[in-house]
């Protein structure tokens, strides 16, 4: 089965987001233990900057020493290996820099094909989440206002007419305040493709807002660099 067949089978998903700089093998390895025993549906890798040279070393150890698909989410046109599973090919459809509309895609193409990793075409749609987030530093784009949720709406069913398969919102690493239910509603009701709701999210309740919202998959990233303990708490509701 490929990635995007199991993202459209039905079924909830939780992914957990790491950011190859903010782990040491040990803490990488502690993490990884707790997203199996925990039975996480995906392995996310990427980040808007990276200072060091850890990409690819990160990918290769999340895919030597667990069985969970490793997706590449690149913050850039540099972050592609042939060791993952597949890569979000983003595409920044709420922001009007063409640079992250097409711009890195063009440059990174040939990479990726030779990689030969699943492809997953990706609306990526910034949503405003409390704070300027590095993601429209780096991207230099305005998020979409929060409570603008038929912007949302609108601009993920022309991404769905444009051909992507899956739409990403994100309210950016770190986010005081989550994509909002209204939003995640009116997109799931909007397009019918799979949808991923990150940034911010730190607790069971907003997982389980996010989910009963309309997310088909939910991504929890900066939370667990510092606590890597709430992957239990999420876990156990996510099984539950
Ligand atoms: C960020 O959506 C992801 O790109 C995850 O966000 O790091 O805030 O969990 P957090």
Known sequence: MSLLQSFNDGKKKLAVLIDPDNYDEFSLKNLLEK?????VSYLLVGGSLLYKNQF?????????????PVIIFPGNSFQVSEKADGIL???????R?????????????????????????TAYILIEGGKISATSYITQTIPIPAQKSEIAATTALAASFLGMKVVYLEAGSGAETPVNSKVITAVKK???????????????????????????MVV??????ANPKILDEIGLFFNS
Do not use: C, M, R, W
């Open 220 to 225: 929890i990233g900066n939370v667990l660099e």
């Open 89 to 95: 090919f983003l595409s920044l459809v709420s922001g």
């Open 190 to 216: 909007t397009v019918n493709l799979p949808l991923i709701v990150g940034g911010g999210i730190t607790n069971v309740n907003a997982v389980s807002l996010a989910f009963n919202a309309g997310a088909d």
């Open 56 to 68: 690819h070393t990160t990918v290769e150890f999340l895919k030597e020493n667990s069985t969970i």
């Open 97 to 121: 820099n063409p640079a992250y509309l097409i711009g890195e895609q063009v440059i990174a193409a040939p990479a990726v094909q030779q990689a030969n990793i699943e492809v997953i075409p």
């Open 35 to 39: 997203a199996v025993a925990n039975k």
